[in-house]
T-cell receptor, first 113, second 112 residues
Framework: AQSVAQPEDQVNVAEGNPLTVKCTYSVSGNPYLFWYVQYPNRGLQFLLKYITGDNLVKGSYGFEAEFNKSQTSFHLKKPSALVSDSALYFC???????????FGKGTRLHILP | EAQVTQNPRYLITVTGKKLTVTCSQN?????MSWYRQDPGLGLRQIYYSMNVEVTDKGDVPEGYKVSRKEKRNFPLILESPSPNQTSLYFC???????????FGDGTRLSIL
């Protein structure tokens, strides 16, 4: 079955340290991958996407993600975390050959001052 | 301003009373979608639409209906709501499914 996994419910990082939020996927074919962020009482906001090309994708607010086909992963990263990065992060995949979008369960990121 | 507008933002109602949550986008997007967000389950796609008069089931369509009579509007209909449909609902749109989606601010439904 097609799926997206975010193995960590919560990630805690000290301000100024690098952060990683993990995402792995299981789809047949070449996936289209996305990261979104959700702040309290708001809808999701797009951060970055991978369609084809360079495995390192740069997005909004200094975030980047690395596509690893052999490990079927698309981890979100940032070199230096800010307190304002604290939010709920979702990984999503568009299923190849289909029009469905599958989301992970989300990872809550806490940046500690 | 490009936006996806959902109404109402909050609704408390009772089991069995039909309700409609409206969704409208002003970006001329082809692809529209409804999701529900539940703690520990993330976002799950209810229905999606590739274009006018074209709708398809997502992963959790039971108990819901949608229609797409105009490109800009994609209402979600609960004909006979039940308590297990209490959730936070999001409408989203994009030009095509490969492109990033724009999300509305959500509708919190409580079915008593």
């Amino acid at each position: 079955a097609q799926s997206v996994a975010q193995p960590e419910d919560q990630v805690n990082v000290a301000e100024g340290n690098p952060l990683t939020v993990k995402c792995t996927y299981s789809v047949s074919g070449n996936p289209y991958l996305f990261w979104y962020v959700q702040y309290p009482n708001r809808g999701l906001q797009f951060l970055l996407k991978y369609i084809t090309g360079d495995n390192l994708v740069k997005g909004s607010y200094g975030f980047e993600a690395e596509f690893n086909k052999s490990q079927t992963s698309f981890h979100l990263k940032k070199p230096s975390a800010l307190v304002s990065d604290s939010a709920l992060y979702f990984c999503a995949v568009r299923v190849p050959g289909d029009d469905k979008i599958i989301f992970g369960k989300g990872t809550r990121l806490h940046i500690l001052p | 301003e490009a936006q996806v507008t959902q109404n109402p933002r909050y609704l408390i109602t009772v089991t069995g009373k039909k309700l409609t949550v409206t969704c409208s986008q002003n970006m001329n997007h082809e692809y529209m979608s409804w999701y529900r967000q539940d703690p520990g389950l993330g976002l799950r796609q209810i229905y999606y639409s590739m274009n006018v008069e074209v709708t398809d089931k997502g992963d959790v369509p039971e108990g819901y209906k949608v229609s797409r009579k105009e490109k800009r509007n994609f209402p979600l209909i609960l004909e006979s709501p039940s308590p297990n449909q209490t959730s936070l609902y999001f409408c989203a749109s994009s030009l095509v499914p490969n492109q990033p989606q724009h999300f509305g601010d959500g509708t919190r439904l409580s079915i008593l």
